[in-house]
């Protein structure tokens, strides 16, 4: 039994100055100081030898046991060490090297034009309100004059969740509840989200963003209404923009007028090529007028004593003539590509 330790002790002691990394050690460590191991096998033959000689074996067994482990713990420590040194020294910073700049976001092209909307009009002495994407009919037709049997309200042209329930086919419902609470002077803005079942394409969404626009006081008249759209143009576009007034039909404002921006590409030259005006000079910018005196006394607002004017615009088309672009998808498509144009 002496001879069979001496053997595993030689033995262990040889491969441990052998071996070359943490996992081998590990398995000596298992094969000879482990539940199956070799020493512990040894321990089991412990009831061969006389009963005077155990005592003194097993002390030897528990020796060798002690400093097996001693040896495999500094054995692997120093393997461990050489290992992260080399790690180290493989992965050194250069600090003479250049930087990786980090990357940078942007602000959506909607974003931009929007804040520069809100500048233009809180510098007119106007105020930002806000009101429910889902809606009544009452705050979406019926209070701007626009009774059952419209084409409006059918269902084939806007959102129903029930007959009353709607999601708003424009930002005009804030503006009746603005004045509901609010007596004039008003002077409002009142951008956000709107709905309408329109086929997806260049130029129409079944979601767009809207800014509509609403002063009432007293002798408000056309020329302030004139004034204002122009000066905001002006603003977006520069003093060189030119707005074109079309008499057209809503049924919340009286006199009406659909308003058109002059061509950015075409100018004062249309061209039947143009793929923006497409030979017209002019682009289909908003809608606007005076506020129907209806809809004012619906709101218990004395027409006989105010009026006032409206207009709404798509900012997804002051954005499109801000920034040149043809097709209103890119805003939504998430393309990193278009985005970075913006930086």
Same mark, same amino acid.
């Given at each position: 039994m002496q001879s069979k330790l001496e053997a595993l002790q030689a033995a262990a002691v040889a491969l441990l100055e052998d071996v070359a990394n943490p996992q081998d050690v590990e398995q000596i460590r298992v094969r000879f100081l482990g539940k199956k191991g070799e020493l512990t096998a040894l321990l089991k033959q412990m009831g061969q030898l006389p009963p005077e000689e155990r005592p003194s074996f097993g002390q030897r067994v528990n020796d060798l046991r002690s400093m097996l482990e001693d040896r495999i713990g500094a054995v692997s420590g120093r393997l461990k060490a050489a290992a992260l040194e080399g790690l180290l020294a493989a992965q050194t910073l250069d600090v003479t090297l250049p930087g990786k700049t980090p990357k940078q976001g942007c602000r959506h092209p909607m974003g931009i034009v929007l804040d520069e909307v809100y500048d233009i009009f809180l510098g007119m002495g106007f105020s930002v309100a806000d009101g429910p994407e889902v809606e009544t009919t009452y705050y979406v037709f019926d209070a701007l004059n626009t009774g059952? #049997?419209?084409?409006?309200?059918?269902?084939?042209?806007t959102f129903y969740f029930d007959d009353t329930t709607i999601l708003r086919t424009q930002t005009s419902s804030v503006q009746v509840?603005?004045?509901e609470q609010q007596k004039p002077p008003v002077r409002i803005i009142s951008p #956000?989200?709107?709905?309408?079942k329109d086929e997806i394409d260049a130029t129409h969404s079944p979601m767009f963003h809207q800014i509509e626009g609403l002063v009432v006081d007293k002798g408000i008249t056309m020329a302030d209404l004139k004034g204002t759209l122009e000066t905001l143009m002006k603003r977006l576009y520069g003093e060189g923009a030119r707005l074109r007034f079309r008499p057209h039909h809503f049924p919340y404002t009286e006199p009406s007028a659909e308003v058109d921006l002059q061509c950015f590409v075409c100018q004062d030259k249309p061209s039947g090529t143009c793929r923006?005006?497409?030979g017209e000079g002019w682009i289909e910018l908003l809608g606007s007028g005076m506020?129907?005196?209806n809809v004012l006394r619906g709101c218990g607002i004395d027409p006989d004593i105010y009026s006032g004017f409206a207009f709404g615009v798509g900012v997804e088309r002051l954005a499109m003539m801000r920034f040149g672009v043809t097709d209103m998808r890119l805003f939504f498509e998430n393309?990193?590509?278009f985005?970075?144009?913006f930086v």
């Open positions: 059952e #049997g419209h084409p409006a309200r059918d269902w084939q042209d509840r603005v004045m #956000g989200r709107t709905y309408r923006i005006c497409r506020v129907h005196p393309d990193v590509r985005l970075r144009q």
